[in-house]
């Protein structure tokens, strides 16, 4: 549908931007930029010249576009940020979810509204997408202190396998404590005592 | 009771009495329970104060004037109950355009005057020769930054729209925009200038407060709404800064102080670089020499923390001259009411001096002495200039 809007991403993530322009192509937007590089980053909207610029709110480089409204005799056309004076819970959205658009020209605000729409989800879908790799990745830590702590255990008290982790479980319960936390312990002890 | 509010910050040595009022325990002794927390752009700070995300922000002086008048983005109304910082920036150039300008310079170049007709040749010799303009970072469109550099420039006879090319960098990226060479020189506060002369890679030129005797840096911003909905908080929180920015004026603490803004999640640089802009004496040229100037920053000291109106019609006024605004009486007032020593006094009972008089309070190197309910004789002396 709207294939001829030029839309470029500022986003240092390559992975949440990717994550964006995806969902922009679905929407028809195929006219699609991403840029991650700080350096140079004015030229490289000259010269593309794009309707709308979209930025993650942790990005030092929304101070950098914001000079563009300022300078309008070096642009060939005026850039205003996405701000609808009566639609605050829009910016609300926008500021929770970690982005901000920016409208080059004279885009009409419905067109703007629903690619921002579209942005605000994807950033919020990419959030959980972190969370869940986040949870992931400190699983996966725990089973490797886990491992690590019932070996100590087994060659220490001459255990089985699932002695060792029955061992770790039972002292968790009784302390309150998580199992990893306990095989941290067992871990630091056997150092110490090495 | 305890009020638990969030504040805004960026990494710089004028967020000291915010800072120190949470980290030294003044603010909890006023029953305020701060969540500080770190920002990477201005536009952020600006929007969520705007939005209510934060309570209340560390806000460069120009952005809640610009806020508040409706400039450049959504109009919410803003106040300033306590000035966080008078002075403290510096302009920097790389050591190339350092020793152009000391060549071209007819006089003392410490001088701001003989500095900017310096800097007027350089351009002009460099206009001859085909070179590319110079490129100069500022950290805003409506900053102190942007207009102190324009300030200078101008009285020297650089046209800062025409001769020069002036970008916005985030101050972190300041250092490493000089060293790529993607700019000649910059206005930044501390400690940006002297991590850069540390480096080898930058020349303090001018402190801020050799060109103007006394400019208004930060505000400790608020909704205007939300301080009329919460006086007292209001009230506690003026006490607990001016708890701190005394405490951090105080020469016996500076050592304290200069340790706990180095921290990661506050500051982030070198202990020893922060206590020299406390100290006010600096190290400008890479080859080791030191200037000193005991004003180069007040946090608190010499009625610092009371918020001027005067500061904030001279701000307008640069506004206006630049052509960001339309001079207008109804705006220059909007402007003034960011300021509210009213709020300040209360708080502090009038235990503090009112500071200096507001009139003379500007006191920049050139032009005719600032009149806050004249702006237009202020316009009116400069040639250079973009009235809209």
Not at chain 1, 76 to 105: C, E, H, L, N, W
Request: aromatic residues 6%.
């Amino acid at each position: 549908m709207d294939a001829s809007l030029k839309i470029v991403i500022v986003d240092e993530n390559p992975i949440r931007a990717a994550i964006l322009r995806d969902g922009l192509h679905e929407a028809g937007h195929t006219n699609v930029t991403h840029i991650e590089d700080r350096n140079g980053l004015l030229a490289r909207i000259y010269a593309i010249d794009p309707d709308v610029i979209l930025i993650d709110l942790e990005n030092p480089s929304r101070d950098v576009l914001e000079q563009m409204f300022q300078m309008s005799r070096a642009v060939k056309r005026p850039i205003a940020m996405f701000v609808d004076q009566s639609d605050t819970a829009s910016i609300q959205a926008s500021v929770d979810a970690g982005v901000s658009a920016y409208i080059v020209g004279n885009l009409q605000k419905d067109r703007i509204k629903t690619i921002l729409d579209l942005c605000i989800s994807r950033f919020n879908a990419f959030a959980r997408l972190q969370d869940e790799l986040d949870r992931a990745k400190s699983a996966l830590e725990d089973r490797k202190v886990i491992d690590r702590a019932k070996g100590i255990l087994m060659k220490a008290k001459n255990l089985t396998e699932e002695q060792a982790y029955a061992l770790l479980r039972k002292t968790a319960m009784n302390e309150n404590k998580k199992i990893a936390e306990v095989a941290q312990s067992v871990i630091t002890a056997a150092e110490l005592f090495r | 009771m305890t009020d638990r509010l969030r504040i805004g910050f960026i990494p710089l040595c004028d967020a000291t009495a915010l800072l120190v009022a949470v980290d030294k325990g003044f603010a909890a002794a006023e029953g305020l329970d701060i969540e500080l927390v770190r920002e990477v752009s201005w536009s952020n700070v600006r929007d969520k104060l705007n939005i209510g995300h934060f309570d209340a922000a560390h806000l460069i002086a120009p952005v809640a004037i610009a806020s508040s008048l409706g400039l450049g983005h959504i109009k919410v109304p803003i106040i300033a109950p306590f000035a966080l910082g008078v002075n403290g920036n510096a302009i920097t150039v790389s050591p190339a355009l350092y020793g152009a300008m000391a060549e071209a310079a007819q006089g003392d170049i410490l001088d701001p005057m003989t500095s900017a007709q310096a800097l007027a040749r350089v351009v002009a010799a460099r206009k001859v020769k085909g070179d590319d303009p110079l490129t100069f970072g500022m950290t805003f469109p409506f900053s102190t930054h942007n207009y102190h550099l324009r300030f200078w420039m101008a009285a020297g006879g650089v046209d800062p729209d025409e001769d020069v090319r002036l970008v916005v960098l985030p101050p972190p990226y300041m250092v490493e925009s000089l060293q790529n060479r993607q700019v000649d020189g910059f206005c930044v506060g501390a400690p940006w200038n002297s991590v850069a002369v540390d480096l080898g890679i930058g020349h303090i030129l001018h402190f801020d407060s050799e060109i103007f005797a006394r400019a208004t840096e930060k505000y400790l911003g608020l909704r205007q709404r939300w301080a009329e909905e919460n006086p007292d908080i209001v009230r506690r929180l003026v006490r607990a800064h001016q708890r701190a920015a005394d405490f951090a004026e105080s020469e016996i603490n500076r050592d304290e102080v200069a340790a706990l803004l180095a921290a990661p999640h506050r500051i982030g640089v070198e202990a020893e670089v922060i206590r020299r802009t406390l100290d006010g004496r600096l190290k400008v040229s890479p080859e080791g020499a030191y200037r000193s100037d005991p004003r180069y920053l007040l946090v608190g000291r010499d009625g610092a923390a009371r918020p001027d109106p005067a500061q904030a019609a001279w701000l307008y006024a640069q506004m206006v001259r630049w052509g960001q605004a339309p001079l207008s009486g109804e705006m220059l007032a909007a402007a003034k009411a960011v300021c509210r020593p009213d709020l300040y006094d209360a708080a502090l009972s009038g235990s503090l001096s009112a500071g200096e008089t507001p009139h003379a309070s500007i006191g920049a190197f050139a032009g005719p002495q600032f009149d806050p309910d004249n702006i237009e004789t202020h316009l009116a002396a400069w040639n250079i200039k973009r009235l809209m």
